[in-house]
């Protein structure tokens, strides 16, 4: 009886064999990389809002204050969305019949909220708290990203734990000194060796504890 | 070798190693125990405690047998595992239109106000997050709160007054999210409209008009608050026939009868134990949180109980009572008396004490040592009597406290708290008599259920109300047995929805504020008596201004001009910013912001008076519930339930579910009885009628009393019950009544009706009561086997876990045992040197177990601020509550007839260093913080239980099914947004907190400093009453924490272990009387 599969089949099998190694590996690597993804994570992902705030805008072109919406960002957890109020300070007297800002004008007439769709959006067993971030010289754009040249807000990290412990574990790399919190230009990563000495001078300078604190779990899930 | 072969050897091989090591003897007797089945060593013992952990055997309560349904179950896993790639909505983030000053998203506000719950309030601190009520604390700057050597200078963190609170107000905030509370207003049945409900009391008025209001009829509770007497004062007057009635089933009728037969007229009277150093209480559960001012007396009396460096004496507390209580539990001796022969008893300390002779009938012993000791302790102690004690024991109480010299210097008197003090019996007596005349036309309840809880010779029933010629209106807060037999039903608002004042224990002023719009168009009884003015449209907070406005100008010469009280820090941001004023109205407004501000107004606690003994005191009054005891046959005893009290708090899921502090019964009352009753009746004197897996079944009885009314009641056997007395509980029986917890099942809550063998005559006890056996047996949700530390199967050597002993031990520091360090293999955790820059916290709590007096407030405050699920009877039934901080109860002794003592020991996590549940997680979801906090992750946890397994603490709590309610709106607005809401298959436990001591260590980084002793306090430690409970920081030597720690008195719970637990424990300390020997 002839053979039934040719003498080359034998490298078809053993190429399979191995193969179906390199198979899983690569479904392994494509499904992790998949979930590190924007798709995944939202990064990158422009939010259509019921208004089109422009961040560049008010920001980057007028100059205002971050802390002059997000008033709370340095004493409470979270930043503050600006109320209506807040708005139309400017707006009862610049572009106040623009079409676009009518559901703003909406609100103030009707007391009813605008209802923003959420940019940065962690998970509910996450306590994040911005006053001591910012308190410990972590600026906004190492997190937020240049906003002021964001017409349309989106999330600029990916958010994820291990995004997080990468300044938890070694905090001299990402943190400036407190003037420099609000400063967008500000080159979020300290990379350099002098940088990352001036990082190492911060962390003592405004105590920033150590990795063994900052990696406990009750730091952050409570 | 099959597995169950493996099995079966290791347990043999395992029993023979114990036989050999124990040689053979069954245990004695034990020191301390839980149950009569842990004592006895019964074989229902060890059933259940031979699961170590019978919450986590199978339970199965689908149709679908379990190998279908793991067939199906791997079927659809893989198509399961798919459907958690969704991706979660886009959420919505909502500002305000106009931010109210003062609110900083993200950060909570307290305000301040007042918990009027049963008669005196509580006055209450609550926190507001974004404008919702989640928690309930103290108010700690409210004069009944504050130490009396408060300085008014510098009060900023030191001697801050005390944030105590007691299960009931902690429970309240449940109440107010309760989706079963009556949302509409209703005639018969149907849906109406406020202005119609208004429409046709008008009317109605109109016709009483002419004949002055002959046909109307308010029947209302206790009427506390100062407003609301003067809205009805002024019905009345507009209305000169009608009248005004006032019944509460727990009502205070003994003691104002007792005031009237000694002094000629009712008081209130108050009690200073920071000068007791001999307490004598005559049935009088003054620690239980019903009793007027429990707080501050129980905070004083343990305080007095406190042995420091300097102060090496303790009070000493006498308790006579008819049945076992909490204050008898913490007392120095304890005598349990049969109601028949309590008034003998009484009069012969009585005669001792007042006509300084040797007691008449001086049978017993321990009379005349007791005598003599409170006679060496002139002016500096108390007697008191129980409020379910007959007036004769209340005025004899009021003559012994005179004899003794104690009036003016611990006793004092001031006017009733009542608005018009009232016979509560006399009042129902007269509304029925007017009601079986049919004189009646219009009958306004409001508030109390008394269709349900009045008495059966006083019977508020359907017949009687039917006699009511045209209108029956009630207002509660919920639809129940008295809204079913009224035309009208007028939803009650919630007081913390509401505007209103009423007055603390010593008659304080304290105003309630609401914290949050009505949810459900609840209306404040303020507004419903303003229908019956002329301004019948007025609010709420107008008629209260007003009411306040009129007594200042008034000049009532309690209210003094608000100085300027400093504030407490966390209070600023609500303060009124003090103008420079000077006209009057402007005066009038700065005083009021301040005094709704602080959350009461300043002196305005009733000013104490003299009142002289009647000479005649003793000869009249013999009263009437004196009754002949039955020669057989059982005496019976009314108390409210722990839980429920009167019925009240029968929808509040966290009460239901709170271990009762003697019984740990939940969701049930029963008929306590002692050992040897219960073996004469049922053949066995432990609780374990019989144990169905792991269900506790309790034999039943029915109690037939004199009249011949039956009702079917459980068992419940309770060591150091008299002999030939049964105590039942009233608050239970409700009808089709329904708790809402959750999504778990929602049985109707069982239990039965003891209003239903009450009599108005015999309110408390009554005689000739029998019990017949029946075959029947009930379900019972116990918690007294759970988690409990022993296990015969395994260890027959008692372990070391509760520590008491008598002051003279103490002192003579005969019994203590140097804390031995023990040799480990893990490397030590360097807590004193964490990490660069670290402020090197190492968190830790010490429980001083002399403090303890079993309230159970620990429990609840808990359950309040870390978002505990309720998890129902069928559960608790399976060992599967969820409490983080439970309470345990001990006996000591070999006699379950009398044991020696009952001891408390709250339980929560202990935070080891060496903590055993760490290295058996697989997915590391418990950690150790480098703070030494024992971490629970929920979000890696999957389920494993293994942690549980390893505790030896038994502290660890799993959602087996989903117990959170996650569908409910308005729990959704109740829950401490700082704590993450757990789903099923997830671990939990205690957290110290956590989210306490993060907040804290944020706020101090941010003010550039280390957090500072006493910042974080615990929801357990702040509601403590006694401060039994302390947190805080154990590096640093000088902490509260580190100081008690280094107390002779401090151990460490199963310390043999070398677990090295944070939560360390401090014995219990007894100052009996040493010329008493028998107990």
């Known amino acids: ?149 964001m017409p349309i807000a989106y999330q600029a990290a990916p958010l994820q734990m291990e995004w997080c412990l990468e300044c938890h574990r070694a905090p001299e790399r990402f943190v400036r000194k407190r003037e420099k919190i609000f400063d967008m230009e500000w080159r979020p990563e300290n990379k350099t060796a002098a940088e990352l000495n001036e990082g190492r001078q911060l962390l003592a300078e405004y105590r920033i504890q150590g990795k063994h604190i900052l990696e406990s779990c009750s730091t952050c899930h409570r | 070798m099959s597995e169950s072969d493996r099995h079966i050897n290791f347990k043999l091989m395992r029993d023979h190693i114990l036989a050999v090591q124990d040689g053979e003897t069954p245990r004695g007797g034990k020191k301390y125990w839980r149950s009569l089945e842990e004592l006895a060593d019964t074989p229902v013992f060890r059933e259940f405690v031979s699961r170590e952990f019978p919450q986590q055997a199978e339970g199965w309560d689908d149709p679908i047998e379990r190998r279908t349904f793991i067939k199906l179950m791997g079927a659809s896993l893989a198509l399961a595992g798919l459907s958690g790639c969704v991706f979660q909505p886009a959420e919505k983030v909502v500002p305000y239109v106009k931010q109210p000053e003062d609110e900083i998203p993200g950060k909570a506000l307290f305000f301040a106000t007042a918990a009027p719950l049963l008669g005196a309030a509580v006055p209450v601190l609550v926190r507001s997050n974004e404008g919702r009520p989640t928690k309930i604390e103290g108010n700690p700057d409210h004069p009944n709160n504050r130490p009396t050597d408060f300085p008014a200078e510098d009060p900023v963190w030191a001697p801050r007054g005390s944030s105590a609170t007691d299960i009931f107000t902690q429970a309240s905030i449940l109440g107010l999210y309760d989706p079963l509370r009556s949302q509409t207003l209703t005639y018969r049945e149907d849906i109406r409209t406020w202005t119609a409900f208004v429409g046709e009391i008008r009317s109605t008025l109109d016709e009483q008009r002419p004949k002055q209001g002959a046909g109307i009829r308010f029947l209302t509770e206790s009427i506390i608050s100062p407003t609301l007497g003067a809205q009805m004062n002024a019905t009345l007057a507009a209305f000169p026939q009608a009248k005004w009635h006032q019944y509460e089933p727990a009502n205070r009728d003994n003691v104002r009868a007792g005031a009237v037969a000694a002094f000629g007229q009712p008081v209130n009277t108050t009690y200073n134990f920071e000068q007791a150093k001999r307490i004598l209480s005559l049935d009088c559960d003054f620690l239980s949180p019903i009793f007027p001012g429990h707080l501050r007396y129980s905070r004083e009396f343990i305080a007095g109980r406190k042995i420091t460096e300097n102060s090496r004496e303790m009070n000493r507390l006498y308790v006579v009572e008819l049945t076992p209580s909490n204050t008898g539990a913490i007392a120095d001796h304890t005598w349990e008396v049969k109601p028949s022969e309590f008034e003998a008893v009484a009069r012969s300390i009585a005669a001792g004490v007042i006509q300084q002779s040797p007691a008449a009938s001086a049978n017993l012993a321990w009379i005349e040592p007791l005598v003599r000791d409170l006679q060496q302790h002139r002016g500096a102690s108390i007697v008191m009597a129980g409020a379910n004690q007959s007036p004769f024991i209340h005025a004899l109480a009021h003559a012994m406290n005179e004899a003794l010299g104690n009036v003016g210097k611990t006793v004092f008197y001031t006017d009733p708290l009542e608005v018009n003090s009232v016979d509560h019996r006399q009042s129902l007596q007269d509304l029925i008599n007017d009601l079986d005349a049919g004189r009646v036309d219009l009958l306004v309840i409001i508030g109390g259920n008394p269709v349900y809880n009045t008495p059966t010779d006083l019977k508020l029933n359907f017949e009687r109300l039917n006699k009511v010629n045209k209108l029956r209106v009630h207002f509660g807060e919920y639809r129940d047995e008295t809204s079913e037999l009224c035309h009208w039903h007028v939803p009650a608002a919630h007081y913390l929805e509401s505007w209103g004042d009423t007055r603390s224990y010593d008659g304080t002023v304290t105003l309630i504020q609401p914290l949050i719009e009505p949810l459900y168009d609840g209306k404040t009884p303020s507004e419903l008596l303003a229908l019956f003015s002329d301004q019948y449209d007025r609010k709420p907070y107008e008629i209260l201004k007003s009411y306040w406005q009129t007594q200042k100008s008034g000049g009532t010469g309690s209210t003094q001009p608000a100085q300027a009280r400093p504030i407490a820090p966390q209070q600023q941001s609500a303060t009124p910013a003090p103008s420079p004023a000077a ?89 306590i009885v002692s050992p040897n009753a219960a073996q004469a009746l049922t053949g066995s004197n432990t609780n374990g009628g019989a144990i169905k897996g792991r269900e506790h079944y309790v034999p039943t009885a029915d109690l037939v009393d004199q009249q011949g009314h039956t009702l079917r009641v459980p068992l419940w056997i309770m060591p150091g019950q008299p002999d030939g007395v049964v105590t039942i509980h009233l608050g239970y029986g409700r009808r089709n009544q329904i708790v809402n917890f959750g999504s778990a099942t929602q049985d109707p809550v069982a239990g039965f009706n003891a209003y239903e063998i009450r009599t108005s005559y015999a309110p408390w006890f009554t005689t000739g009561i029998r019990l017949l056996p029946t075959p029947a047996q009930h379900l019972l949700a116990t918690t007294q086997l759970h988690f409990t530390f022993e296990d015969p199967n395994f260890s027959r050597e008692e372990r070391d876990v509760l520590h008491s002993e008598t002051l003279e031990e103490f002192l003579q520091g005969t019994k203590h045992d140097e804390e ?144 959170q309610d996650w569908n409910t709106q308005t729990y959704q607005l109740m829950r401490n947004p700082d704590v993450s809401v757990r789903s099923r298959g997830v671990m939990e436990k205690c957290t110290y907190c956590v989210q306490r001591i993060q907040g804290a260590k944020i706020q101090a980084e941010l003010e550039d400093r280390r957090v500072q002793d006493g910042e974080i306090v615990t929801a357990c430690q702040a509601v403590c009453p006694t401060e039994a409970i302390v947190f805080g920081d154990v590096n640093d030597p000088n902490s509260r924490v580190s100081k008690l720690k280094a107390n002779e008195r401090n151990y460490s719970l199963l310390g043999d272990l070398n677990t090295k637990p944070r939560t360390s424990y401090l014995s219990q300390l007894k100052n009996p009387n040493p010329q008493i020997t028998q107990i």
């Open chain 2, 820 to 963: 031995r360090e023990h040799e480990t293999l893990y490397t030590p955790y360097p807590y004193k040197d964490q990490a660069a820059n670290a402020p090197n916290y190492a968190w830790g709590m010490a429980i001083d177990l002399n403090n303890c007096i079993g309230c159970n407030a620990c429990t609840v405050a808990c359950q309040s601020e870390n978002n505990i699920p309720v998890v129902g009877k069928t559960e608790v039934v399976r060992s599967r509550e969820m409490h983080w901080i439970r309470v345990d109860t001990y006996f000591r002794g070999f006699d379950p007839n009398r044991p020696e003592a009952t001891n408390f020991m709250p339980v929560p996590c202990m935070h080891c260093e060496n903590a055993p549940c760490e290295p058996v997680c697989p997915v590391h979801a418990t950690v150790h913080s480098a703070e030494g906090l024992n971490d629970m992750v929920y979000n890696r946890c999957v389920g494993t239980k293994y942690c549980s397994n390893n505790c030896p603490y038994k502290v660890r709590r799993f959602n087996f099914f989903l117990y």
């Open chain 2, 583 to 671: 006209s009057p109205s402007q005066d009038f407004e700065n005083w009021w912001r301040q005094a709704l501000h602080d959350g009461f107004i300043p002196d305005s606690a009733l000013p104490t008076k003299t009142v002289a003994l009647s000479a005649n005191w003793a000869n009249q009054n013999q009263p009437a519930t004196n009754q002949p005891a039955s020669p057989d046959g059982f005496e019976l005893v009314f108390r409210t339930d722990p839980s429920v009290y009167d019925g009240r708090f029968a929808n509040n899921g966290w009460l239901q579910e709170l271990p009762r502090p003697l019984t740990k019964v939940t969701w049930d009352n029963v008929a």
């Open chain 1, 1 to 149: 009886m002839p053979q039934i599969f040719h003498h080359s089949t034998n490298a078809l099998a053993k190429i399979t064999i191995y193969g179906a190694v390199f198979i899983i590996v690569a479904a392994l690597w494509v499904a992790v990389e998949l979930n590190r993804s924007s798709w995944n994570t939202g990064q990158w992902v422009e939010r259509q809002q019921p208004v089109q705030f422009s961040h560049k805008h008010h920001v980057g072109d007028d100059g205002i204050d971050c802390r002059y919406c997000h008033t709370s960002v340095e004493t409470s957890a979270y930043a503050g969305l600006p109320p209506t109020t807040t708005c139309m300070n400017c707006h009862k007297q610049i572009w106040a019949d623009s079409p676009y800002l009518e559901p703003v004008r909406a609100s103030f007439r009707t007391g009813k909220p605008i209802e923003w769709i959420r940019v940065h959006d962690l998970p509910d067993f996450v306590y994040f708290n911005h006053s001591i971030h910012v308190k410990k010289g972590v600026g906004c754009s190492t997190c937020h990203g240049r906003i002021d040249q």
